[in-house]
Every structure is written in structure tokens, then in C-alpha cells.
């Protein structure tokens, strides 16, 4: 069974910096692409970052990019979403996801590429 656990929400500040983690536990925790989504009150989830299983090719939704970063710790079981210059906008509740299928393939933006999600982590950005 994998298990995955958001954590590092919180309220910030907008042109603040959050750094949201995803500790993954279970069979493919480490041979697994990886993602993260969002989802705002009143809006379709929505896409914000991608890796693959070495962790040296990354996918960026168009409004996260240049300020989000996706990496991850395969040691530590463990992905990570470095948010700064946080926007009002960027206020959802975080997902991180994974993809178990045996080709990491890009971008994989949809959320049904994905087949094991975690509960989520809030995130308020105030003005």
C-alpha cells in the first residue's frame, strides 16, 4: 500500500515562501514520477508541478513557473514544493500524487495520470 502525507502548510503572506513536503511511504515510493496539485474553493483542480524519479526533469504549470520548485529527496522517501513569491491566488488546499506507471512520461498533467493522492495541506496567501 503507498501512502502519501502532505505537510508545511500554513498562512503567508503574499511574496512570502512556503515549503510544502510529501512524505511517501510503500513499495514504489522511490520508483515513482511524482506530482503536485491544487485545489482553490470554487475552481477545477489544477495542475502546478511534476518530477521524475531522479529528480532531474521537472514540468511547471505556466502560473507557478519561475516561482515554485519541485525536487525530491529519494533517501528520505520525500518530494518537495519550494513556493515563493506567493500570490493571493495560489490560496488552495495542496496535493502531492504519484504516478506508478512503469514510463515516466511528460507532461502527465491530469489528475486521473495519477494513482495514489494524499490528503492535502491548506495554503492561505493574504494580502
Known amino acids: 500500500q503507498v501512502q502519501l502525507v502532505e505537510s508545511g502548510g500554513g498562512l503567508v503572506q503574499a511574496g512570502g515562501s512556503l515549503r510544502l513536503s510529501c512524505a511517501v511511504s510503500?513499495?514504489?515510493?522511490?520508483?515513482?514520477?511524482m506530482g503536485w496539485f491544487r485545489h482553490a474553493p470554487g475552481k477545477e483542480r489544477e495542475f502546478v508541478a511534476r518530477?521524475?524519479?531522479?529528480?532531474?526533469?521537472?514540468y511547471y504549470a505556466e502560473s507557478v513557473k519561475g516561482r515554485f520548485a519541485i525536487s525530491r529527496d529519494n533517501a528520505k522517501s520525500t518530494v518537495y514544493l519550494q513556493m515563493n513569491s506567493l500570490k493571493v491566488e495560489d490560496t488552495a488546499d495542496y496535493y502531492c500524487?504519484?504516478?506508478?506507471?512503469?514510463?515516466?512520461?511528460?507532461?502527465?498533467?491530469?489528475?486521473?495520470?495519477?494513482?495514489?493522492w494524499g490528503q492535502g495541506t491548506q495554503v492561505t496567501v493574504s494580502s
Open positions: 510503500g513499495r514504489t515510493s522511490t520508483a515513482s514520477c
Open positions: 500524487a504519484l504516478d506508478s506507471g512503469i514510463s515516466c512520461l511528460f507532461p502527465r498533467t491530469k489528475a486521473t495520470d495519477y494513482d495514489y
Open positions: 518530477i521524475n524519479r531522479a529528480g532531474d526533469r521537472t
